[in-house]
């Protein structure tokens, strides 16, 4: 079993580098340069795929009968995890927003 807190700042990293990500979507939406958007809501997404295994393997160890400590860091942890799933929809709905709000302006 890994050390208690490798696992938890793994999640940390990856659940981060995902939230940043998705951040520089919208920043990039906000530009109109949907390509890069797009590429970085994939990369995020790939980014909080690591961070949810980090977070399942626990999960399934504790199922086995390996208990998981508790600890201020593994809270912390699944904080940036939760954060960085909701961040990346909000990405995914703010690209949408931002081509709307293009097709408007060219219209206009």
Not at 18 to 36: N, P, T, V
């Amino acid at each position: 079993m890994e050390n208690k807190y490798e696992v938890s700042f793994e999640l940390i990293l990856n659940a981060g580098n995902s939230k940043s990500k998705s951040l520089m979507a919208i920043e990039c939406a906000r530009e109109f340069d949907f390509q890069e958007a797009e590429k970085l809501v994939n990369e995020a997404a790939v980014d909080l795929k690591a961070a949810h295994k980090s977070q399942t393997d626990m999960i399934q160890g504790e199922a086995r009968g390996e208990s998981q400590e508790i600890n201020v860091i593994l809270i912390h942890a699944q904080d940036h995890l939760t954060t960085a799933m909701i961040m990346l929809e909000q990405a995914k709905e703010f690209i949408n927003v931002y081509k709307i709000i293009k097709e408007i302006k060219e219209r206009m």
